[in-house]
Structure formats: structure tokens, C-alpha cells
């Protein structure tokens, strides 16, 4: 099951604490794909993410510098 | 999931009951537990504010001048800006600043540290003075402790002081 997070419009530390939450809430093996900006969010999201064991799968820019991260627990 | 056998901890120390620098305690809480770190929140003097489970002004305590101190303080909602305070009109006005900013407020700050399992616990010492009962207080807030046994705890943690 693939689960969807916007966290563009948050900023820090909500960013990581609603992507770490969202997790907590999934089983291993499900996928999340978060919507996030350049700068900060992009910088510590995915190393936080592979940090707690969780893999990125991939990281894909998208319009108006964003980028969609796809993690799986 | 895969977690470090040595996490890292943090534990704070929150003396001050100011707004802002609640607001800065809990920042560096939730975004510490959001990246796997083990923290510990201890609340002592003008913090134990914060955790009271009336977060108006309330005549907790059984003399005089705890009655007087506690109703004076107020909870959550009444905590101070450590500067331009304006008789507590500025912490309203920048909650009101963060809501525009897309900036999480403080209560949904200390919601989001209680969901982290963030680890509350609240000074002995200062109860004692302020005559705070743990019954006057949230029910996330763990234990009641004295220094030693923060110390212990805090053995291989960083310890901030705000």
C-alpha cells in the first residue's frame, strides 16, 4: 500500500516529525511518497529517513522546486 | 526497522517558563525525536507552568503565597514572552505570527511531542515550593524527579538549559 504526505507547506520541525509520525503508523513494507521543498526539508528529510533504517527509493525533482521522495518502512 | 543499538539522547532542562523559550525547547524535542533521538524533557521552576493541567490561571497549592504564585503564573496559556511581554498580549500576537508562517504552534508542538513519546517528567524540588501536586498535572508527565536521578538519566546525553 503506497501512502501519500504534502509537506511543502510545513516548516521545521514539522516537516520530519509529520513524515516520522506517518510512518510510525505504517507497516513494514508499505510505501510513502512525501511532496517536499529544496533547502532543509530535501537536506534532512531522506538522511533522517535512512538514518532510523527506512529506505528512499527514490528522490525525483518535480515543478517548482519540490521533489517527491518514495520511502519504504 | 533497524534502530542503533547506541541512540542518542538529548535531555532538557526547562527552567524558564517563557513562551518562546518553550517554543524553542519543544522545536528542539520534536525535531530530536523525529530523528531517532531518545530525549527527555525536565521541567522545574517557572517550566512546571507548562505542564499544568489547567492551562488558565488556577490557585493551585495550599498557602497563601503558592495560591497567589500558581493563579499569578497561569498554565500553557498564560506563559510569558521573555521579551516586549505587553501584559501578555505578545505571546497571542506571535502564535498568531507562527499560524501565518506555516509555523507549528506551541500546543501543537508539545501534541506532537507527546506523539513522539517525548519523555516528560517534572522536578521534585520545585513542585515541593510551588506546591504543585502531580494530580495538577498533564498526564503525559512520566514521573517526578529529583537532580540525581536526572542525572542518571541524562548520563550520555546532551544536556541543554533553557
Not at chain 1, 25 to 35: F, R
Amino acid at each position: 500500500m503506497k501512502h501519500f504526505l504534502d509537506i511543502t507547506n510545513e516548516t521545521c520541525p514539522m516537516t520530519f516529525v509529520k513524515v516520522k509520525l506517518q510512518l510510525a503508523k505504517m507497516s513494514d513494507g508499505e510505501q510513502l511518497e512525501v511532496l517536499l521543498n529544496e533547502g532543509e526539508p530535501l537536506e534532512n528529510v531522506p538522511r533522517s529517513c535512512e538514518e532510523q533504517g527506512y529506505k528512499v527509493l527514490s528522490n525525483e525533482p518535480t515543478d517548482n522546486n519540490k521533489h517527491l521522495l518514495l520511502i519504504e518502512k | 526497522m533497524n534502530i542503533p543499538a547506541n541512540k542518542k539522547k538529548i535531555s532538557i532542562v526547562c527552567f524558564s517558563g517563557d513562551f518562546d523559550k518553550m517554543v524553542a525547547a519543544f522545536t528542539i524535542a520534536t525535531g530530536a525525536a523525529a530523528t531517532n533521538r531518545e530525549v527527555t524533557l525536565f521541567f522545574t521552576f517557572w517550566g512546571l507552568n507548562a505542564l499544568k493541567k489547567n492551562k488558565g490561571r488556577a490557585a493551585t497549592g495550599k498557602s497563601i503565597l503558592a495560591k497567589a504564585f500558581n493563579f499569578l503564573m497561569g498554565g500553557l496559556n498564560h506563559l510569558p514572552l521573555s521579551r516586549l511581554n505587553f501584559f501578555g498580549a505578545s505571546s497571542k500576537l506571535m502564535t498568531r505570527m507562527m499560524k501565518q508562517h506555516n509555523v507549528a504552534t506551541l500546543p501543537e508542538l508539545v501534541e506532537a511531542a507527546h506523539a513522539l513519546g517525548v519523555r516528560i517528567v517534572a522536578c521534585e524540588m520545585a513542585m515541593h515550593i510551588l506546591e504543585v501536586e502531580k494530580s495538577d498535572m498533564i498526564e503525559e508527565v512520566q514521573d517526578v524527579v529529583g537532580v540525581a536521578t536526572f542525572l542518571n538519566d541524562s548520563e550520555d546525553a546532551h544536556i541543554i538549559f533553557i
